[in-house]
């Protein structure tokens, strides 16, 4: 049976993340199936961080097929769900399918990874009240008014079944505790 991981972006998601993981899932023997609002190619941007800005900087980035709308994906078909950062949670964090899938992944006991802005789904669902989880540090507020801990000292997190990173540039941490996870279901 094929080990599927749900990846949730849509338009304005971060290119580097969305790629990255698909590339290391599949590289690792996995299944990455990416959901959107609607199947086509994805505009995904880059953020980057520039001396002199006092938050990142964004521009256009490579652009990815969505496999499967949010409607179409089901928690049961999955081992996991990875909620991807960039500008695209900042709306489908209102997008009630998304908000269910994480919920739903959630109340099955099941992994729920997210990345930078990603965190913004977890909070909206409901998930993380009372972890300890970290983020971009902008979105520290939405951690700390759900009820959860943000923790800036780690460029990864596992708290329980949910591991959160800080950026892309968090990807080494992030994976080893992501695969660490993932491997202990083998």
């Not at 749900?6 to 580097?16: K, M, N, R, W």
Request: proline share 3%; net charge negative; charged share 25%.
């Amino acid at each position: 049976m094929s080990r599927q991981i749900l990846l949730i972006t849509g338009d304005a998601g971060e290119s580097f993340e969305c790629l990255f993981a698909r590339q290391r899932l599949q590289e690792a023997g996995f299944v990455p199936v990416i959901a959107a609002p609607s199947r086509r190619r994805l505009n995904l941007v880059i953020h980057d961080f520039e001396p002199g800005w006092d938050t990142y900087i964004e521009r256009p980035g490579y652009g990815a097929e969505s496999d499967i709308t949010f409607a179409e994906a089901r928690e049961a078909d999955f081992e996991a769900i990875l909620v991807l950062g960039g500008r695209a949670p900042e709306y489908l964090r209102h997008d009630r399918r998304v908000l269910d899938l994480v919920r739903a992944f959630d109340a099955a006991q099941k992994w729920v990874f997210a990345i930078c802005h990603g965190v913004q789904v977890l909070a909206a669902a409901g998930v993380i009240g009372n972890k300890r989880v970290t983020a971009y540090e902008h979105c520290r507020w939405e951690i700390e008014a759900c009820g959860a801990t943000y923790v800036s000292a780690d460029q990864a997190v596992r708290d329980g079944r949910v591991v959160t990173g800080q950026t892309w540039q968090s990807h080494p941490e992030f994976y080893r505790l992501v695969f660490g996870c993932l491997n202990a279901n083998a």
